[in-house]
């Protein structure tokens, strides 16, 4: 079933492809004017500039740094480095080699979507109000700010947050559009795993070349608060689980000089991932490491104690695991997780994972706090 969506979604002139395209280039359109005015995000990294790596411990750790799980993303923005560059498997794209072909496609949609839109425009308002493709709305991506960007940074974070839930409801009703239209076309996806199966299948081929313009997006909307989890993380680097409130228990301090860092490289291949559902995935597998590590360590000491992780020591763990990361992107991905992830996901062992990264991320980003 999947390999037919894929197919049906590789064939350039197929109607729902075309149309796939045109809802890409309707979503790029808007997103266009809005990241274009955003700021260096490169800045925006771990050690934070003018804040003492460690200096919340009481002590610098400058020369813990080189201990660091090699992460993903050096610069904390999901930007391969030419070094990165070298492990990565035959075939496969750096980021920005990826939104340069993600820029190359969409212009080159454009060139057909005009044509293309007008017709549809025409076909749609020949149709009856309950037609599916009647329901699509139509926005000029040029009144992003009709009256000048706004000045301040809570005034720009605020108007960017009031566009992006206009375009991520976009996004919304657009999959939703094209999911609709597929179940028409074809009745055997009409089942319960099928619509499952249809929904996860469109979410990657729509949002891959949408994704190096809709996360700037979010950054810039978390600017403020991805400045103070870099602080946090620069601040408390060198930390160990106790000093994040982990119990003694699942410390692990002596198990492995970098306590739980399996864990630690699996949170760092979110960057690098597009689709939502695969980041969310990712997310489920660093806190089943979390506890396989624990299981692990109680296995291999040949304690007769069998120690389960609870909710109480997966924040701590978490939120220590997160400093370590060193990506404070987090905030970003977490709410772009959230937003765009269909709430059938969110409910479960999936939601449980994400929520308690998320109250992992706010705990640590409050330690910036005075």
Request: aromatic share 8%.
């Amino acid at each position: 079933m999947q390999q037919l969506i894929k197919l049906i979604l590789s064939t350039e002139f197929h109607p729902l492809c075309q149309l796939l395209r045109i809802y890409q280039y309707l979503i790029y359109d808007r997103l266009r004017p809005l990241i274009d005015q955003q700021g260096d995000f490169a800045s925006i990294r771990v050690p934070f500039n003018g804040v003492e790596p460690g200096c919340a411990l009481g002590h610098a750790s400058s020369s813990d740094w080189s201990a660091q799980p090699r992460s993903a993303s050096p610069e904390g923005c999901g930007v391969e480095t030419e070094e990165d560059a070298d492990d990565l498997p035959p075939g496969a794209e750096t980021l920005e080699a990826a939104t340069e072909h993600a820029r190359r496609d969409l212009e080159a949609a454009s060139l057909r979507g005009a044509e293309l839109s007008e017709r549809l425009t025409a076909e749609a308002a020949q149709a009856d109000d309950g037609d599916a493709m009647c329901s699509i709305p139509w926005r000029s991506p040029h009144d992003s700010f009709e009256d000048g960007p706004p000045t301040g940074a809570g005034a720009l974070e605020g108007a960017l947050a009031r566009h992006a839930k206009t375009i991520i409801g976009d996004v919304r009703t657009y999959i939703d559009s094209l999911h609709e239209l597929f179940l028409v076309t074809y009745d055997a996806l009409d089942t319960p795993l099928g619509r499952d199966q249809l929904h996860a299948s469109l979410e990657q081929p729509f949002l891959e070349r949408l994704w190096p313009y809709l996360l700037p997006l979010f950054r810039l909307i978390n600017k403020t608060k991805e400045i103070e989890l870099a602080t946090a993380m620069t601040s408390y680097w060198g930390a160990t689980p106790n000093d994040l409130f982990a119990s003694s228990k699942v410390a692990l301090l002596d198990y492995e000089p970098v306590p739980y860092s399996a864990a630690i490289r699996e949170l760092q291949q979110v960057v690098n991932l597009i689709c939502p559902l695969a980041k969310l995935e990712c997310i489920v597998q660093v806190c089943k490491i979390i506890c396989h590590t624990v299981d692990e360590f109680y296995v291999s000491s040949g304690s007769a104690e069998n120690y389960s992780v609870g909710a109480d020591d997966l924040i701590p763990i978490l939120s220590y695991v997160t400093v370590r990361a060193g990506l404070p992107q987090l905030v970003s991905e977490c709410h772009a997780m959230e937003e765009f992830i269909h709430e059938g996901y969110l409910f479960g062992e999936e939601g449980y994972c994400l929520i308690s990264l998320q109250t992992a991320i706010e705990y640590v980003a409050k330690l910036a706090q005075p």
